[in-house]
């Protein structure tokens, strides 16, 4: 009788469980069972969490830390606003709900680096052993891209925009006076949105290293890829070309980077017949 037709006894399997419960990650590799899987997500949200309420804690209770913090979030906040107006808060606890949620805001920037790591540390089981050599680049790089794309929003795109719609306001009619804890909330989720979004590098490159993925399928996609980031970059912009195209033209430019991240790191040229598991779907 070959080994493929031995059957497992239940002693054999129970020992087998538990020499795998006393193996590492590096042990176990893609030989993780599926509840091993969300336990171990478990232990690296808990990781997560305590990180960024560590690092809020600090903020919020430190005001040599906050001051310096608070004023260089507002500034783009103030820059657009006091041509216009000011901001102001309509509710007796919208003040102490700003402080709470800047502070929030901040300790997960500042808390990145180990946000990716937890991240990394999750999907390295599903990658080959020399692909876990990768976790240095990858923390560096993915917090790079995550503050870019940040900053990108803050510091370019928000602004224009909201002078746009500040523009409205007329000195003896209309006032341009925003709530503060409204304006904040859009701002800081579309600061991580444009954050994340800038992730598609990375995203392209696990992607890639999975064969989920290859170059023929973003150059397939490509057009469809600039179309979508012009329809967002005219969302997000006053309705004039040159806006759009500010905006447009480094998210364009990210796109290519994510195909050549693709063609360097990602699967080579199929042979007739072969799909990858996105197109297959």
Request: no cysteine.
């Amino acid at each position: 009788m070959g080994d493929e037709d031995k059957v497992e006894t239940p002693a054999a399997g129970e020992a087998r469980k538990e020499k795998d419960e006393g193996k590492t990650e590096e042990d176990l590799g893609g030989r993780m069972t599926f509840l091993q899987h969300l336990e171990e997500l478990r232990r690296r949200l808990i990781v997560s969490l305590l990180t960024v309420a560590g690092v809020f804690m600090v903020i919020y209770s430190s005001p040599w830390v906050y001051d310096p913090i608070r004023k260089f979030f507002m500034q783009p906040l103030q820059d657009v606003v006091k041509n216009y107006g000011t901001f102001q808060f309509t509710s007796i606890a919208e003040g102490f709900e700003f402080n709470v949620k800047l502070s929030a805001a901040a300790a997960v920037f500042i808390s990145a680096p180990m946000l990716f790591y937890q991240a990394w540390a999750f999907i390295a089981p599903g990658l080959y052993k020399k692909e876990r050599r990768y976790v240095a680049p990858f923390i560096f790089f993915s917090t790079f891209f995550f503050l870019a794309g940040s900053a990108f929003f803050y510091f370019i795109a928000f602004p224009m925009g909201a002078r746009f719609f500040a523009s409205f306001a007329q000195a003896d009619l209309i006032q341009f006076n925003p709530k503060l804890d409204d304006t904040f909330s859009f701002v800081t989720v579309m600061v991580m949105a444009f954050g994340l979004i800038f992730e598609l590098p990375l995203i392209a490159f696990i992607l890639a290293r999975l064969h989920i993925i290859n170059i023929a399928l973003m150059n397939k996609y490509r057009r469809w890829a600039i179309l979508l980031i012009f329809i967002i970059a005219a969302i997000i912009t006053p309705p004039d070309v040159l806006s759009q195209i500010l905006v447009a033209l480094p998210m364009w430019a990210l796109y290519e980077v994510s195909a050549l991240v693709v063609w360097i790191f990602g699967p080579k040229a199929k042979k007739p017949g072969e799909e990858t598991i996105a197109e297959k779907s």
